[in-house]
């Protein structure tokens, strides 16, 4: 690891690169240009920037600037129509490819220049590196609860309708896919699951309400986390955890309003490995209703949050392998993404045994 002055130094080299020569053809990317971007509503000065470049005496951006300077030069659009911020979650996969690219450059030096080898991007769970397929497996809704486009004799049959959890399903799917473009990737309800799909990397997506093949396999994997029915929910099966004094329960909250509107659910995001073949991986993103299903997948594909939870499981879980309840939140129906590093998001975590 270079000297703290040394790295401080290569920073700033690399910044004033950035600006100058990243995009030969652009003119009029001056410090003042790049100050009023990087500073969003209250905009730097250009002498700020100007520092950070400086070849002499350079001092350290802090490291949000550092971050947002790898998101302005990761996309061409950056310039268009005038400089700007384009947002992480419109990437394109070569635009977030370039991203995670040089924030892991520009981190690396920031970390040194602060005299810590402070790790950038270091994992990326749904990225595999092996050649083995990755099957998505969903539950099937029973038939009372299909729409009527989800039955083959309907003029406009669409099969994806018979699917449990179908938002998670296609936000994790399309994620996977771009994370691994040459791999075989596909998604299968539970009940047309076969042997063969069951020895590659597995992302299980819902519960065992619905689906046997999940039970099966979450009983293969002995969870520390057991759900089940409980008769504070109508609808969904509650999280339980065993404690020292008996049994801890994990419910959703609704805000009693006429009618009770959820405002909190539980979601469960685990990684160990395959039961059935432990060369590969089997991933539960799980809830006791459809948005802490979504809220557990969205954690780690939210372009906002998922490398910040990415660190946050590398920190915890250094062999990979865990088990974490979280907090997923309702506004106006609609999930947020679950941030771990945030106080009380977390709410039990396995291998500690200790809740969170």
């Known amino acids: 690891m270079p000297s703290p002055a040394t790295a401080l130094l290569e920073l700033a080299l690399e910044l004033r690169q950035l600006r100058v020569n990243h995009w ?92 810590t080898d402070e790790p950038s991007v270091v994992r990326r769970s749904w990225q595999f590196t092996d050649s083995g397929p990755i099957t998505l497996i969903c539950a099937r809704l029973p038939e009372e609860e299909r729409p009527a486009l989800a039955f083959p004799d309907a003029p406009n049959y669409t099969q994806l309708l018979s699917f449990g959890d179908l938002d998670a399903m296609v936000e994790l799917f399309g994620h996977v896919r771009a994370e691994n473009p040459e791999t075989q990737v596909e998604f299968k309800p539970a009940p047309e699951v076969r042997p063969d799909d069951l020895s590659g990397h597995i992302a299980i997506i819902g519960g065992i309400g619905w689906s046997r093949v999940t039970a ?109 309840l979280m907090r997923v939140q309702i506004i106006e129906g609609s999930a947020l993404t679950p941030d771990f590093k945030s106080p009380g998001t977390v709410l039990y975590q396995w291998p500690t045994g200790a809740d969170a």
């Not at 240009?33 to 920037?49: R, W």
């Not at 996969?93 to 602060?114: I, P, Q």
């Not at 809830?287 to 990415?310: C, I, K, M, P, W």
């Open 24 to 115: 030969p053809d652009a003119r009029g990317l001056t410090q003042a240009a790049l100050a009023q971007v990087l500073g969003g509503e209250d905009p730097l000065s250009p002498a700020t920037v100007a520092s950070w470049e400086n070849r002499s005496a350079p001092k350290l951006p802090p490291r949000e600037r550092v971050l947002a300077y790898a998101q302005f030069f990761a996309t061409r659009r950056s310039l268009e129509p005038v400089p700007n911020l384009i947002p992480l979650d419109s990437f394109t996969s070569e635009e977030d490819t370039e991203y995670r690219k040089l924030r892991e450059k520009l981190l690396r030096l920031h970390g040194a220049a602060r005299g």
């Open 216 to 324: 099966r396999l979450l009983s293969l994997a002995r969870l520390p986390v057991e759900q089940r029915e409980d008769p504070a929910v109508e609808f969904g099966e509650i999280f339980i955890t065993r404690t020292a004094d008996g049994e801890r329960k994990y419910l959703p909250t609704r805000q009693m309003t006429d009618p009770p509107e959820l405002i909190e659910d539980v979601g469960l995001l685990a990684r160990m490995p395959n039961p059935l073949n432990s060369s590969r991986t089997l991933t539960v993103c799980n809830g006791v209703h459809s948005r802490g299903v979504y809220g557990a997948v969205r954690s780690l594909t939210d372009a906002q949050l998922r490398d910040s939870n990415e660190q946050y499981i590398a920190d915890k879980f250094p062999d990979q392998e865990f088990c974490i």
